[in-house]
């Protein structure tokens, strides 16, 4: 048998002394980041994502083992274990395998079958099946016995047939065969429970559905199972309409494949019929529910892994979504009758200024507003004006909008950005350490500031699922979700790298090596003595021992420090490599940093050794290059159309600009700025053909979008990223989704079409632009009646 090292190389084309030396690394402590930055002679220059996939399939594979060993040590003990049976459970290369093997000899409640065999009807049932010349009648009727509960020949026959039943499905070979062919050739159908047809209207799509098991999409599988479990949807396994509807009385095919391998055959013999009627009911009592719900949840756990990827990636692009930088920051978080609140934070994320604007109804002060904002602007030298995307967002984005018309001296750049989450962080503990004496709206004020600053700092604030940027996020497993975003997050962080002196608790326990604790003992330490001066400085740390610091050492700037080598990602353990190359280029350590040109001369081997490899020497060449470098884009913003500001302000063929909020496996949701996304099929992403919607658009890109479809009573806006759109099409698909669900084809999900329960399909990204177009209008009263009269009508829209 191939150990866990070797299977895991083959499974993932790498060499097995490359696994091999991840695993030790692991056991000794070492996180992924680390391993993947400072340890690349090691592993061979495994990348993260490498190293992620290797440390799940250790995890699967030890706990194989694991499972293994206890299957093993219970047949023993029941002294039923033969060779070849140990052979075969030694050989079992998944959790399935194993499981089927072990089945017959799975402690379990006492069956009808175990019944039969205590009142001794074992004899007749391998009598009739050894031998089909036999009459079952008669024989069955020398095993009459009252005594044993055996009252008749029927009694005696239906219990024989229980042990040959519980004997095939027993089979573990059987089992795989079957399992295989309703994986290969089955089909999942869904239908509307009856009555239901109101309350599940979301799930129209599926109330006549079947499409084959092995081909059903992730988003498919997952909103078939919630209607399901909503009590909306029935759904089985079949194995397709011919078998069906097969003739009354003939076996269907799996049975065919049961009697084929138990080697029963129907020849007229007195004991052929009870026997295929053995088979039958072998089928439809005992496999085809026990496999159906197998493969069920093969199918989820499939569609889970899919959907937990989707929901990775789009949270890996918005972590490293591009920051604004480091500019005084106005928060603007939308409220109506409670008001605008607004918070300042200066170029650091410090909030120095809070406020409560109210210029809409009741009050409509919008001229009361526009000064109060201004002379906070002009306090603190704003230069961003961040503005929430909730209710309210494009009314707040025009006053923000006034702001600047009425203020030109103010030179600011105003963004909607997304408050996914924001609520979240404001009611949360360490919100309330953060800001002890603020009201939690203006809390979200502020995370709505930093969040334009810097995505990735304050996201990780924010427990990644409420984030909101995954597919059916809620009908997944809570702990593999948790393992797989907190992976992400954990990789952005140390991507990035931190900065020792502002960084947050939250942001620090991200940090490789570093506990919630350490992350606290770590802020405690600056708050007393002030400023980091060197990395050297961590080993002071309450607690923070050398493992610790080893980890999270690289990943760790200071600024303006002590050492220049301390604010780039050169790890102090190479910092002697750098001494070396300074040494012998007969050049102080600050003159190497930034100058390309002489950094190109050298050569990484003559710097190598035993320690450290030709691999390391280069990154660390690259990172005195571009010390501390940031691998995130170059902020960008979203331009929206004035007069565009809700729904029903669409028209079928407008060019828009709009963010991405969403990737899925059906296409890309994109926030025009209408208060809902709009959908762009996967058909409608690009002019070639799209297998992947990640191949095309990411979360925070910007794009550009027609608009193909506005249905307004549903809320449902289809978007094409196409250069000629196709407009025939997208008119085919309404006058498809006008037809019964029973007309059409379930596979054809059309340009809008969101499964029920999408995650995150309101959803808005950070970063989202306002535009900051400013209209030709005159300051003071003119630009507040303008206002005024603007807000008012968009309030009389929305009533």
């Not at 750049?413 to 503990?429: D, L």
């Amino acid at each position: 048998m191939r150990s866990i090292p070797q299977r895991i190389a083959e499974e993932l084309s790498v060499r097995p002394e490359q696994v091999l030396a991840t695993i030790a690394l692991i056991n000794e402590g070492s996180t992924v980041p680390f391993i993947a930055r400072y340890r690349k002679e090691k592993t061979g220059g495994l990348d993260d994502t490498q190293l992620r996939n290797l440390d799940e399939r250790l995890r699967y594979l030890t706990e194989l083992e694991e499972r293994r060993s206890s299957v093993i040590d219970s047949i023993r003990e029941q002294e039923k274990l033969t060779p070849e049976l140990e052979k075969a459970l030694m050989a079992a290369d998944t959790k399935t395998r194993l499981e089927d093997l072990y089945l017959p000899y799975k402690k379990k409640r006492r069956t009808k079958a175990q019944i039969a065999r205590e009142a001794g009807l074992e004899p007749l049932a391998d009598g009739l099946y050894q031998n089909p010349q036999l009459d079952p009648e008669t024989e069955a009727a020398k095993f009459i016995d009252a005594e044993k509960g055996i009252e008749d020949s029927k009694a005696a026959l239906d219990g024989a047939r229980q042990i040959l039943m519980e004997r095939f499905a027993e089979d573990a070979d059987l089992v795989a065969r079957l399992r295989q062919l309703l994986w290969d050739d089955g089909e999942i159908t869904a239908s509307v429970i009856e009555g239901k047809e109101a309350e599940g209207a979301k799930f129209s799509d599926y109330f006549s559905h079947s499409e084959k098991i092995k081909t059903c999409p992730s988003h498919r599988a997952l909103a078939l199972f919630r209607g399901r479990n909503e009590g909306i949807l029935q759904i089985k396994l079949t194995l397709g309409a011919e078998d069906e509807d097969r003739p009354r009385g003939e076996p269907g095919r799996g049975e065919t494949v049961i009697a084929a391998h138990v080697g029963i055959r129907n020849q007229g013999r007195p004991a052929d019929k009870w026997l295929s009627d053995t088979v039958r009911f072998t089928w439809r009592v005992k496999l085809s529910l026990s496999i159906e719900l197998d493969l069920f949840g093969n199918l989820r756990d499939s569609a889970e892994e899919d959907a937990i990827k989707v929901f990775a990636d789009n949270l890996k692009d918005l972590l490293l979504a591009a920051p604004a930088g480091q500019k005084a920051t106005m928060g603007l978080d939308p409220g109506v009758r409670t008001g605008v609140k607004v918070a300042v934070v200066d170029a650091t994320g410090k909030l120095v200024d809070t406020a409560t604007v109210y210029p809409f109804q009741p009050r409509n002060d919008v001229q009361g507003s526009i000064n109060t904002l201004a002379a906070l602007a002009a306090k603190h030298k704003i230069e961003l004006i961040a503005i929430g995307n909730g209710t309210f967002s494009r009314e707040t984005d025009q006053l923000a909008g006034m702001l600047l018309n009425a203020f030109p001296q103010i030179k600011a750049t105003k963004v909607i950005v997304s408050e996914s989450g924001a609520s979240v962080y404001s009611a949360s503990q360490f919100a309330a350490e953060e800001f002890p004496d603020l009201d939690v709206s203006l809390r979200g004020a502020a995370s709505i500031a930093r969040r334009l600053q810097d995505p990735l700092a304050e996201l990780v604030k924010i427990d990644p699922k409420s984030i909101g940027v995954g597919q059916y996020q809620h009908d997944v497993s809570d702990a593999k979700l948790a393992r797989s975003l907190n992976a992400v997050v954990e990789d952005c962080v140390n991507g990035v790298g931190v900065d020792l002196n502002t960084a947050s608790i939250p942001l620090l326990t991200r940090v490789a090596g570093l506990s919630e604790g350490l992350a606290r003992n770590i802020v405690t330490y600056r708050d007393v003595n002030g400023a980091f001066r060197s990395r050297a400085d961590l080993r002071k740390v309450e607690r923070l021992g050398p493992k610790a610091f080893e980890q999270c050492a690289g990943f760790l700037r200071i600024l303006g420090g002590k050492n220049p080598l301390d604010a780039s990602a050169v790890h102090p353990e190479a910092y002697p490599i750098v001494e070396k190359i300074s040494r012998e280029s007969s050049r102080d350590l600050a003159s190497l940093i930034g100058d390309s040109p002489f950094l190109k001369t050298l050569h990484p081997e003559k710097f190598a050794d035993d320690v450290f490899g030709v691999p390391t020497i280069r990154d660390i060449l690259a990172e005195l290059d571009k010390p501390g470098r940031d691998p995130r884009p170059e902020f960008k913003t979203a331009k929206f159309i004035e007069g565009v500001n809700e729904i029903k302000d669409l028209k079928v063929g407008m060019k828009l600009e709009g963010t991405v909020t969403n990737v899925t496996n059906f296409g890309a949701f994109v926030d025009v700025g209408v208060h809902q996304d709009g959908l762009v099929h996967i058909s409608q992403l690009a002019d070639k053909f799209v297998a992947d919607p990640r191949e095309v658009v990411k979360a925070g890109q910007i794009v550009s979008v027609t608009v193909m479809e506005v249905d307004a009573p549903r809320k449902r806006i289809g978007l094409s990223m196409k250069s000629d759109p196709d407009y025939e099409g997208a008119e085919t698909r309404r006058e498809q989704r006008s037809q019964p669900a029973s007309a059409r084809n379930g596979n054809d999900r059309g340009a809008q079409r969101r499964p029920a329960g999408n995650g995150g399909g309101n959803n808005r990204d950070a970063n989202r632009g306002g535009g900051n177009s400013r209209a030709n209008m005159s300051a003071g009263d003119a630009g507040g009646n303008a206002m005024a009269a603007a807000l008012k009508a968009a309030m009389e829209r929305r009533k």
